[in-house]
């Protein structure tokens, strides 16, 4: 096979390509939002959202759906317009009251949802599409390359047909680096993937974008996903910003009750405060700073922040254990606590030893125990 030269980039340094290829470096671009606004009769579907990406981050933009992501991706690729605020790329204003600079001419690279490939076109041109600008040879080369980083060169004369679904994905994901675009967006891309696949190619586009660098803007509803990806998230509901901060930021210190629920499971709790301790069925807790004598609180304790409590573990409570069910890497143990009425469940590592009909004593690791204050219905 025939090595092709790494193409180089301005400054005349070449580009590194591995033996799979290396995907070619960009120069990240620094994405800005500046109270941007979208109504669609009337209703904010983003509302007044400010948000800076730092060039070469990668930005998840994350919520249940309706939140507004999408539309805030599509203000950013250029194919709708904010009804009011200002979105930046570089020190350029792309979209603003009196600016609004088309999609094609912004240099950023689409993946969405539906990666639908042209059928007529040969994978090789399919992915040389967005580099129309450069002579045919040199197109072909680089998206060749490309093709190779993401391990399809040999589908290069083929047609799409012939590719599964993570392949087309893959050939998508080549497509969209190979203009090497200052921003990449992504909407959904892994959402047509079964389980498996989807994480195959995730850790691959990864990969890819910390090897090209670009900017990322991704958006998910899935918080796994986000946290796998991102540096850092956005976290939206109904059309505004949250929460913004790395993933360990928003598991571990969550703005708000709903917040927290977003990124895992709880067994939750409306106590009181009293001698300063919040006394749960699963015990007693320190009330943090702030929360004063006789005020309302709500404890929140993961299923995996209860394990099975050693001789001497203090803070232990004792359960029945209703029921049992094992699920590879965790066990998950269903537990019934005296004087109250609602099931408990724990998550306990590995195949853990503990039957259906036991009383087991069991304790609340604090890294995954959560207060707030108030009340609410749970
Ligand atoms: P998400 O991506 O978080 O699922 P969207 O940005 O797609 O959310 O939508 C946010 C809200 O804006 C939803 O209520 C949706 O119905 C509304 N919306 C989005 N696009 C349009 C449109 N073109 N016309 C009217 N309403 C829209």
Redesign the pocket.
């Known amino acids: 096979m025939t090595m092709v030269d790494p193409p180089t980039r301005p400054g005349g340094a070449k580009v590194p390509w591995g033996p799979r290829g290396t995907a070619a470096a960009t120069f990240a671009g620094r994405l800005a939002f500046e109270h941007v606004s979208?109504s669609?009769?009337e209703?904010a579907?983003?509302n007044d959202i400010s948000l800076e990406l730092e060039p070469g981050e990668t930005l998840c933009?994350l919520?249940?759906?309706?939140?507004?992501?999408?539309?805030?991706?599509?203000l950013a690729a250029g194919v709708?317009r904010p009804t009011s605020g200002r979105v930046i790329l570089d020190d350029e204003e792309i979209a603003g009251p009196n600016t609004f600079v088309p999609a094609e001419r912004r240099g950023v690279g689409l993946m969405f949802q539906d990666f639908a490939l042209f059928p007529h076109l040969t994978i090789l041109q399919n992915v040389a599409f967005g580099l129309r600008k450069l002579d045919r040879a040199t197109a072909h080369e680089e998206a060749l390359l490309a093709l190779k980083r993401v391990g399809l060169e040999r589908y290069a004369d083929d047609y799409p047909d012939v590719l599964s679904g993570g392949e087309q994905q893959r050939v998508a994901l080549a497509r969209a680096i190979v203009p090497r675009p200052a921003v990449l967006l992504m909407?959904?891309p892994f959402s047509g993937l079964d389980q498996r696949l989807r994480d195959e190619i995730r850790a691959e586009t990864l990969a890819v974008l910390r090897e090209t660098r670009a900017t990322c803007m991704l958006?998910t509803?899935d918080p796994q996903e986000a946290m796998w990806l991102a540096d850092r998230i956005a976290l939206?509901r109904e059309?505004k910003l949250v929460q913004l901060g790395a993933p360990d930021e928003l598991y571990n210190h969550p703005v708000d009750i709903e917040a927290a629920r977003f990124f895992s499971d709880f067994n939750e709790f409306d106590v009181t405060v009293e001698n300063k301790q919040l006394k749960t069925p699963i015990g007693s807790f320190a009330a943090p700073k702030g929360h004063s004598e006789g005020a309302s609180a709500h404890v929140m304790v993961r299923p995996q922040g209860i394990a099975l409590a050693g001789a001497r573990t203090k803070n232990a409570f004792e359960a029945y254990v209703s029921g049992v069910r094992f699920v590879g890497e965790s066990t998950y143990a269903f537990l019934a606590v005296e004087g109250y009425d609602q099931q408990i469940t724990a998550r306990l590592a590995g195949a853990a030893k503990v039957a259906h009909g036991e009383i087991r004593k069991f304790s609340v690791l604090p890294e995954h125990l959560l207060i707030f204050s108030g009340k609410i219905s749970i």
């Open positions: 979208r669609f009769n209703t579907a983003v933009l919520g249940p759906s309706g939140c507004g992501k999408t539309t805030l991706l599509r709708d909407d959904e958006v509803h939206m059309g």
